[in-house]
């Protein structure tokens, strides 16, 4: 299935509004969106996990891709084919306490207290076909993580919550361990030119451990992974 026709990019980039996405909605162009729904064409993740967003951008871009590629994991690859671990529905995990500027709340990081009620949250995903493959936890990442049972590993993460030095760090440390072996994070927000913190987090992060990529576009997208990841339980036909 192939969801980005001239309709759906229009929606998507007209209600969801994407802030610093590099995205042009004349230009019908979803900037990092495009990522966001490519990288998840080819990881094909059976759990993601997007931390923060304003109207659901990124959610939507990654949602769309789990929905089009109609199961995750991949078991065996060929020069023209790709076949998939399973035809299971793949999950994203949103974790948004649906903060205000308008309110006032602290660490709103300007978001729009959009995900306030269960009910609007359901129809916004179903509105873009993806309530299928969509969990809100009207949460911090912090308590999110307190009640995530151990061992939950994720294919795809994007850090886009708390945009504190600490907020930033924390999101870093409590959940780039839980990158699969094949799986990638998004950080939004990492170039040297944000005020935040993200910068900050991202050359703190360990080499050793992780590599990574910073896109040198303002405000900043990183590309991390676990370094030593294994493509194991993939058979390969190299015909
Ligand atoms: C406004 S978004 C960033 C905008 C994003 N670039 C976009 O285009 O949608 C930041 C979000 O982070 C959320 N947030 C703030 N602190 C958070 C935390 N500790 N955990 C998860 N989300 C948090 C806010 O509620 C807000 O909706």
Redesign the pocket.
Known sequence: MFSLDINSVRSILQN??????ASNTEEMNLGFGQLYYGFTRAIRPRRALV????????VICVALGMRDNEGYGISHLECYKTSLASKEKPILDF???????DRG?A?????????DEEKTVRDWWARFDVEDHVVHYK??????LERLSEGIQFDLIIV????SPE?IR??FEAFLPKLSDRGIAFA??VHPEVRHGGWTAYEQLDVQVYEKLRLPIY?GLALIRRRNSTIAGVTIDKR
Do not use: A, R
């Open positions: 969801t509004l994407p802030s610093f996405q931390i923060g967003s304003k109207k659901g951008f990124s974790v948004d306490p649906s903060y205000s500027v709340d660490n709103h990081m300007h978001g729009i207290g959009f995900w949460d911090t990442s912090q308590i999110y886009d919550g708390d945009h907020g924390f999101d939004h927000d405000p």
